[in-house]
């Protein structure tokens, strides 16, 4: 099992990224589907999640409006189109697989994770 997180990079204030994470699909299609972030000499946090079907999702507050998650299970795939990105946003972005078809904002609900990949906002 292996999910491959990708499009990290260096942006500008109020810039866009979108990041792309690839499973493979016997965890794919039936499970949830998170993103989580950590910033240098933090803890891992809850950005954003969504149900195996698409239906459901749920951000963080300091995402919301902001962040977009979506999947396409056809392409094993779940991306995370970030908006309006500012400095605070920061961090090694992880995706991760949900135990069940519906994920939530504790890390425990994550069985499988991806290696993360280094978003970088400058002022």
């Known amino acids: 099992v292996q999910l491959q997180a990708s499009g990290g990079g260096l942006v500008q204030a109020g810039g866009s990224l979108r990041l792309s994470c690839s499973a493979s699909?016997?965890?794919?299609?039936?499970?949830?589907m998170g993103w989580f972030r950590q910033a240098p000499g933090k803890e891992r946090e809850f950005v954003t999640t969504?149900?195996?079907?698409?239906?459901?999702?749920v951000y963080a507050d300091s995402v919301k409006g902001r962040f977009t998650i979506s999947r396409d299970n056809a392409k094993n795939a779940v991306y995370l189109q970030m908006d309006g990105l500012k400095p605070e946003d920061t961090a090694v972005y992880y995706c991760?697989?949900?135990?069940?078809?519906?994920?939530?904002?504790?890390?425990?609900?994550?069985?499988?994770w991806g290696q993360g990949t280094q978003v970088t906002v400058s002022s």
């Open positions: 991760a697989a949900a135990r069940g078809a519906y994920g939530a904002a504790a890390r425990s609900d994550y069985r499988y």
């Open positions: 699909g016997r965890i794919f299609s039936n499970n949830g």
């Open positions: 969504i149900s195996w079907n698409g239906g459901s999702t």
